[in-house]
């Protein structure tokens, strides 16, 4: 039977060379709004779209191109792949197509590149003109993420999913798997950005795609076209639109694509942030869910907070991390969007502070090396940190995530669990009892992995840790963090902590832990009463590695573990999530390759075997 984990290692063994130049990964575009309104990139010295009829173009040389929507028609899922994001008219273009036909696939998956992504204003202003014409412009504006490297899922519809990857196109495609059904080869022409056109992209292409799977673009070039020719594609030259005289259509000659048997029933175990994330997850995927937990009702483990931060997770010269601290924290907004009124949602931004030069020169090198844009992640100096945050900091410097949240977890669990099917009060002792009734089984519990594979005990392990509440001495406008935190709860009431005790499972507040986080306290905030009135403490157990990752993966015949996510389960949850239905359902992955060894739980496969 084919297994989901060993598609990422197939692609993994096919892949082309790691890309390891460095280079800017995204940068602004510099743009120009000509001849009614007509957008133009004054750096390549080229236009996003025909300014006779740009939708006219689109209809005929992508969708017509490709054989839309006779391709999709009766498909359970279609992947189209695009380079060049730019105003988004043909995904705009596609999505209402697609919408307006009858007996078309269940799910729509398109996935682009842009390394010059568009703001939310300039987007705004191209779109302007196609907004008589039936074109969800306002939808990609609700959705369109934030302008930061990587990959961005983005659910436009219950079957429509949209990924975007900002960055360097053969990055982003040496760093995507998918198994795509048709290529929209756009951007700048040839002639105006050679940089993209290359041996090295077709060859991208050609890992990506399977028999049958077609291809179409505004471009005849010779050099473009012999160079989908020798990497599998047989091409044609048609007629142009307007006044080109030729585009060209093509079709891949390789390997027939791949079958996936995707479970129709799975039962997850655990009802906290891993199991009702999952269960989200996979029912937006058609899937049947249903979820059983020992215990009466949500909220009684470590996804009772009441209040948790969402703010990158970075680190100086890890790919992995990064890509994958980025990938979550954007998708974690992104899907925060539609709960804003159940959870107690706050953009407040966060101020992580650098306590010292060294971590001062850490933050810089953190931001320059993954191209943030300044209003995504800014370097801000102890004068500007204040007036944000409204209190005084600790440091000479800080770095500001503008974007940054906080919410209510245990809000939060309790949103996703409405539409669930959720069995409570049912510990499951041995994995029998639900194989019979279940196409899979995913263990979304710590406690249940150990319980159900008692070799896990070497690797997950029990963190003990207390936050403290304590009466607000003033007026706290964000987060504050410097590995532990300080957050207003609202006006009357700030949180710190948390402490981390290592093999401890007792969840009874201690006085002395909540004197230990008010000790941390002058590390963060100046000016802070000597006794801060304490009104309130929590503390639970949170599961974590040796090397403080999560695990994801299938650890036996229709058995995966999604668990062990630790202090950063609100950050994790989400986007690992998404991975593992993806797996599931042969969706293309919403982060780069290297996401899945670095969470896969096969790094421990010395202690599994």
Known sequence: RYRPWHLAKLFALSRPSSYNRIMTRITHPQIEFRDNQIPVATDFGDIYFSPEDGLAETELVFLQGNKLPHAWQDQERFIIAETGFGTGLNFLATVKLFNEQPGKCRHLHYISVERHPLSAEQLNIALQPWRAYGLETQRLQDIYPLRIPGFHNCHVSANITLTLIFDDILKAFDDLTASVDAWFLDGFAPAKNPAMWNDSLYQSMARLSHAGTTLASFTAAGDVRRGLEAAGFTIERVSGFANKRHRIVGTFNGPAKTDIKTPQKIAIIGAGLAGATMAHALQRQGIDCTIFDRNPHSGLNASGNQLGLINPKLDVGHAAINDLGMSMYCFTLHRLRDMVDKIDLKQSGALHLATDETKAQRQQKIISDLSWLPEHAQI???????????????????????????????????????????????????????????????????????????????????????????????????????????????????????????????????????????????????????????TDHWAQIRYTTPDRRPLLGQMAEDVYLAT??????????????????????????????????????????????
């Open 380 to 534: 801000v100096d102890a004068q500007k940190a204040n007036a944000l945050s409204g209190v005084t900091i600790s440091a000479d410097s800080a770095l500001y995530y503008p974007d940054a949240v906080t919410l209510n977890t245990a809000k939060m669990v309790s949103a996703l669990l409405d539409h669930c099917d959720v069995r409570w009060e049912q510990e499951i002792t041995s994995l029998a009892m639900l194989q019979k009734d279940y196409d899979a089984i995913i263990i979304a519990s710590a406690e249940a992995a150990i319980a159900l594979y008692p070799e896990l005990h070497q690797i997950v392990q029990p963190m003990r840790g207390q936050v403290t509440y304590f009466k607000a001495p003033g007026t706290l406008n964000c987060p504050v963090i410097a590995g532990h935190y300080v957050a207003p709860v609202d006006t009357e009431t700030w949180v710190t902590g948390a402490t981390f005790q290592r093999q401890r499972t007792d969840a009874i507040p201690q006085d002395a832990d909540d004197q230990t986080n008010l000790a941390a306290l002058p590390d963060l905030l100046s000016n802070l009463p000597e006794q801060p009135e304490i």
């Open 564 to 609: 062990a996510l630790g202090s950063h389960g609100l950050q994790y949850s989400f986007i690992l999530a998404e991975i593992l239905a993806s797996q599931l359902t042969g969706a293309p992955l919403p982060v780069a390759k290297n996401v899945l060894d670095f969470v896969h739980l096969h790094r421990y496969q010395n202690l599994l075997s």
